[in-house]
């Protein structure tokens, strides 16, 4: 049975280390004789393709350097406008034409990646823009995993991006806030029922990370992320939690310590503090 790696907004930032990443990991299963956990493919989903061929390109340097990098798994680059049911079902079509080469196949992991944050006070926001966030961090997520899990078998895994402004109302960061607490509240609910079946769940929740989502979300008004960690180590800390089978994935001290305290911090008044004092600039 052929074995696939899905990763979605594998264009830029935590998509490009989670491609990497997981196509060592698979590697790594492979030369460790653990082929029952190794990948024989991994797409890469995302809507600009020039971005999707540099990350190719990166994993095939990366398994240039391995010492055995026939044991990598093949790159499939997938442009597609991950956006609404209409990217959802784009997937849908993907994994059913290559159910037709394929009859018998297993994703072996899922990662739903891909989103987008918009920085200001709502009322100030583009609200079609707002609406597509919407679309893609929600709803094109759901299609995503609703049309996957017919092939999410026994010790498959499944990582959803939520955030950790999914455990707080946010000012100045509202529907982005909003769209992550659905994906975080989705996500714990999917490792309940699925935990029955052998699927791994875990929800990746971090804080300020060092990629292009505050010049995206700013719309270049602020051009990196305050404060960012490595998306590297993010996603490194986040597979290993996948791979014990661990519900959350929060690395820093400082995220796992607000989250916590955000049990005791009532909803309107984090929504309150955040818009007095937490600005955030956007064009």
């Known amino acids: 049975m052929k074995k696939i790696i899905i990763v979605t907004g594998a264009s830029s930032g935590l998509g490009v280390c989670f491609a990497r990443q997981l196509s060592k990991e698979s590697a790594d299963f492979r030369r460790c004789n653990k082929t029952e956990c190794a990948s024989d493919e991994i797409w890469l989903l995302a809507r600009r393709e020039d971005r999707l061929l540099d990350t190719r390109q990166q994993i095939l340097q990366d398994a240039a350097n391995y010492e055995k990098p026939e044991y990598y798994p093949a790159v499939k680059v997938c442009p597609v406008d991950l956006s609404g049911k209409a990217g959802a079902v784009s997937v849908k079509q993907m994994l059913e034409q290559y159910q037709k080469e394929e009859p018998f196949f297993q994703i072996s992991v899922l990662v739903n990646n891909a989103g987008f944050g918009t920085y200001g006070e709502f009322a100030n926001t583009d609200t079609e823009r707002e609406m597509n966030m919407v679309d893609v961090n929600c709803t094109a997520l759901t299609g995503i995993v609703g049309f996957a899990l017919p092939w999410l078998k026994k010790g498959s895994r499944l990582i959803n991006t939520a955030s950790l402004a999914s455990f707080l109302p946010l000012g100045n960061f509202a529907v982005y806030g909003a769209t992550k607490s659905y994906v975080l509240s989705f996500t714990v609910v999917l490792a309940a029922e699925l ?14 990370v060092s990629t292009e989502f505050a010049d995206v979300a700013s719309k270049g008004a602020r051009k990196e992320v305050r ?11 986040c597979l290993k ?9 929060i690395m820093a001290f400082n995220w796992k310590f607000q989250a916590a305290a955000s049990r005791f911090v009532g909803r309107y008044v984090g929504a309150w503090f955040t ?6 600039p956007s064009n």
């Not at 935990?195 to 300020?208: N, R």
């Not at 404060?227 to 800390?237: D, F, M, N, Q, R």
């Not at 818009?275 to 955030?280: D, E, G, M, N």
């Open 241 to 249: 939690k996948s791979r014990k089978g661990k519900l959350y994935a």
């Open 227 to 237: 404060h960012g960690l490595s998306p590297e180590k993010t996603v490194a800390h």
């Open 195 to 208: 935990k029955g079946k052998g699927i791994s769940v875990t929800a990746l929740c971090p804080g300020p």
């Open 275 to 280: 818009y007095a004092f937490c600005k955030r």
